[in-house]
């Protein structure tokens, strides 16, 4: 008698197959570090973006009083962040040449050097004239060191408008005073070189009755 091996109608159980997991991108703690190193990064971009965001202008040594003659021992220079473009604008940058200038007001020790006050020797005679100017009658970006023609606009409409100085610098301007529109005015301080002055008494008469006006002239 031969044995014949009984076969079932079901298969042997197979071993499951073994899958890597997938990631879980739903994990917080995951989550969280992603957001920490994108944090990280735009951190670091902004401080790289803004390291080199400063000015160096220059700054005095010691007390400056007045007439002093600048020189090398005087000025050293100073990075500053400024928060905006006039304020920078209003100091001397440590890429200008000062030697031999002299300052026209006093410059007390670590004070930034202005632009008004720091002028070449030749200038340092110079009559100073402060004027009122109507906001509208002068160059809106109007700065120091501008050089300018001084005209003056009579009052009365049926006389003509008179040049006064056609080459003077500009020393010295402050921001806009009083509320906007006509009544606004600006002060602003001219220098007059020894050969103006003899003009100036016409002049102070021609502007009591008119109303100067500035004309900046191209470098």
């Known amino acids: 008698m031969v044995d014949t091996a009984v076969r079932s109608g079901f298969g042997a159980p197979s071993i499951p197959a073994q899958r890597n997991r997938r990631a879980r991108w739903k994990d917080g703690r995951l989550v969280l570090g992603v957001l920490l190193v994108a944090i990280t990064a735009l951190a670091g971009a902004k401080l790289l973006s803004t390291a080199d965001d400063t000015t160096s ?5 010691h007390d400056l009083p007045a007439g002093t003659k600048l020189t090398d021992d005087d ?6 962040r400024f928060t905006n473009s006039d304020d920078a604008g209003r100091y001397v940058t440590s890429d200008a040449e000062l ?8 410059v007390d020790a670590g004070e930034f050097v202005p632009k008004a006050a720091a002028v070449a020797e030749s200038d340092s005679d110079r009559t100073e004239l402060p004027l009122s100017v ?18 003056v606009v009579p009052k009365d409409e049926d006389q003509p408008a008179k040049l006064l100085w ?3 610098r500009v020393l010295q301007i ?5 509320v906007a529109g006509g009544s606004a005015r600006r002060q602003v301080l001219v220098g007059l070189d020894p050969k103006d002055l003899q003009r100036l008494p016409a002049a102070l008469t021609a502007m009591s009755s008119g109303e100067p006006v500035l004309i900046r002239r191209g470098s």
């Open 57 to 61: 202008i220059w700054a005095a040594k």
């Open 75 to 80: 000025l050293t220079a100073v990075r500053v």
């Open 99 to 106: 030697k031999g200038y002299v300052v026209t007001r006093a």
């Open 134 to 151: 109507a906001a509208g009658q002068l160059p809106s970006d109007t700065a120091a060191g501008d050089r300018v023609a001084l005209w």
């Open 166 to 168: 056609s080459n003077i």
């Open 174 to 178: 402050d921001a806009v005073k009083g």
